[in-house]
């Protein structure tokens, strides 16, 4: 059984949609920043700051391997995992990419009051124009997109009604 792969910008679903799959399917939902913190013992911002983003993307493309591997598993991506074409190949190798698509506003009406730091860090302008030139590239690594405006539940219901 392929994996499904969530990906999409910040605030799209990906976290509540993979949950409600998860139970659902019965597979195994797994968070691949989650996972990288505690294969590696820590976290992302940590290594960041400390290792620089160079370093956190060739974790985070081991990471892609060592899950690729895997079968049956509901895997919800960070908004930059997909960018990387490599991760998005060996994420594809072994699932379906499901790219779960919504208009910035709505993303915005979600993140707006969070405390991550690409929201912490850039004006709402300046979000809109990283979401802008993202939408490309998420579309291109889809192999199923999603309105992601809808409720979480409807979402689920047609990523399992499109992937059976």
């Known amino acids: 059984m392929k994996n499904i792969v969530l990906f999409g910008f910040m605030g799209c679903g990906k976290s509540t949609v993979g949950q409600l799959l998860a139970q659902q399917t019965g597979r195994t939902l797994l968070d691949t920043d989650s996972f990288l913190e505690q294969k590696y013992g820590r976290r992302i911002a940590d290594i960041f700051a400390e290792d620089g983003e160079d370093a956190f993307r060739a974790m985070e493309t081991a990471v892609c391997r060592e899950l690729s591997d895997r079968r049956g598993l509901i895997l919800c991506c960070g908004g930059g995992t997909v960018l990387r074409e490599e991760n998005a190949a060996i994420l594809s190798q072994g699932g379906t990419m499901v790219f779960l698509d919504i208009p910035f506003a709505a993303a915005y009406a979600r993140i707006c009051g969070s405390d ?49």
């Open 116 to 164: 991550r730091p690409l929201v912490r860090n850039n004006s709402k302008e300046t979000l809109e124009q990283i979401f802008l030139s993202r939408a490309p590239v998420y579309r291109s690594r889809a192999q199923l997109t999603v309105d992601a405006s809808q409720s979480p539940k409807q979402v689920a219901d047609a990523i399992r009604n499109r992937i059976k």
